[in-house]
């Protein structure tokens, strides 16, 4: 039993140098070579020595708790690093103390993972330190964080202190800016009561698309160079209803010819950034908005800002759901839906995008599309994802990720009342 711990703290180049060492031991005892043994009994006595301070030292460390914890939001390619803390206790001579992150990585949520490894070394006195873990996209990671004691020889590894375990959802990098329009009136309007005190009898903000001309305050405006409107607490204010549908249809396992690959997941991921993009520029343009975000496993209903970023969490870890037959669609009869125009963000994963623009007809349709790249279109339009990011930063891709993907892309059909925005992404080695 004792061989077997002395092994596994153990490094394979320690175990190597030590290993010929003992051979070498052995057989100059045979010859009576004086110099081979001197050598030789030097470097074990200097394992010995080493093994001792460090297993001397993993017990001082015993109750070293080191606290790893992502900034958030954590997005792709994240520049800042992890900051890691707790270091506050003294390391032995000739070692040193380095903290690792190993577990899985389910790039956008799917069921296949990548293998991920960071490590990281912490400055001899310091309490804190940072690790570089990145990711390249999107998605959920589960990972253990602990700490090993090694020898500045590289001889042996003691594990030491507590580990802790953490999963984190990973953000889409932000895509390719790209100016839209957005018309307030393709929303429905609905009412909000506002309530203020008794002694407030108005209060007055920036005009919005909507605001009826009589509450203007022209004075305050011509004031000012702007028109602000006056709001009433004795009134209701009206707001408007976005709708968006975010088609997360796509190959999602259930077989091997049906397992999404890193090709389908970054055309998702980049859905997922144009929808991020289209959220937040709406939401700093009038806060008054509400959205009402329906997608294949849940619906959402948007408010403010706290509620929008919950959303984004969870849009991180969103995966692709299988398609299925929709049953036939009318906007109208739905409770809440709103008499404008409805924003659809897809995929050319999703097989059922154009039954389901049919029957969004006659309403206005204004589609945000994601498809590989085309060999016309400019290169700095693409946004690329390339394999070799993954392997320089730690990660172990899953065979079955690097496999060619969907073999039927979809194209949208014509919308006769709305546009079509399309976004161009492909994977590179």
């Given at each position: ?28 005892l045979s010859a009576r070579n004086v110099y081979e043994i001197v050598l ?247 806060n008054r908005y509400i959205f009402c975000i329906h997608t294949a496993q ?132």
């Amino acid at each position: 039993m004792a061989l077997i711990r002395f092994r596994l703290v153990l490094t394979p180049g320690g175990f190597g140098v030590f290993g010929i060492a003992l051979a070498v031991l052995v057989r100059s005892l045979s010859a009576r070579n004086v110099y081979e043994i001197v050598l030789a009994v030097a470097v074990l006595g200097l394992g010995l020595i080493l093994s001792i301070i460090g297993a001397w030292g993993s017990r001082k460390l015993s109750s070293l708790e080191p606290g790893w914890k992502p900034p958030v939001p954590f997005g792709a390619n994240a520049v800042e690093g992890i900051q890691v803390t707790g270091f506050n206790l003294g390391v032995p001579y000739f070692f040193r103390l380095h903290f690792m992150v190993k577990g899985r990585f389910f790039p956008v949520g799917g069921p296949r993972c990548c293998r991920v490894y960071a490590e990281t070394t912490v400055p001899r006195g310091a309490g804190e330190t940072q690790l570089n873990l990145s990711f390249p996209i999107s998605g959920v990671f589960h990972g253990e964080g602990f700490c090993r004691l090694r020898d500045i020889f590289g001889f042996f590894s003691f594990p030491c202190g507590v580990s802790h375990v953490r999963s984190l959802t990973v953000r889409s990098a932000p895509g390719m800016k790209k100016p839209f329009r957005i018309d307030p009136h393709t929303g429905a309007e609905d009412q909000r009561n506002k309530n203020t005190s008794n002694e407030e009898r108005y209060y007055m903000r920036e005009y919005a698309p909507g605001d009826r001309f009589r509450d203007i305050n022209w004075k305050s405006s011509d004031r000012i160079d702007t028109l602000i409107t006056r709001i009433s607490p004795d009134n209701q204010e009206k707001v408007s209803r976005i709708e968006v549908y975010f088609r997360n249809f796509g190959p999602s396992g259930g077989g091997a010819k049906n397992q999404a690959s890193l090709k389908d997941l970054w055309l998702f991921d980049r859905a997922k950034a144009r929808l991020t993009q289209f959220l937040r520029a709406v939401n700093d343009e009038q806060n008054r908005y509400i959205f009402c975000i329906h997608t294949a496993q849940k619906n959402w209903e948007i408010t403010d800002q706290d509620e929008l970023e919950l959303f984004l969490e969870e849009l991180g870890s969103l995966s692709f759901a299988p398609p299925r037959n929709e049953p036939p669609f009318s906007l109208g009869s739905e409770k809440n839906a709103a008499p404008g125009g409805v924003y659809v963000f897809s995929t050319s994963c999703d097989p059922g995008l154009p039954g389901f623009l049919l029957s969004c007809q006659p309403r206005p349709v204004f589609l945000f599309f994601v498809r590989s790249g085309a060999p016309k279109i400019k290169a700095d339009t693409v946004e690329r994802l390339y394999v070799r990011d993954f392997l320089t930063q730690g990660f172990i891709l899953a065979p079955g990720l690097l496999v060619s993907g969907s073999a039927q892309e979809v194209n949208p059909p014509g919308l006769a009342g709305g546009t079509i925005e399309i976004d161009y992404a492909e994977v590179r080695l």
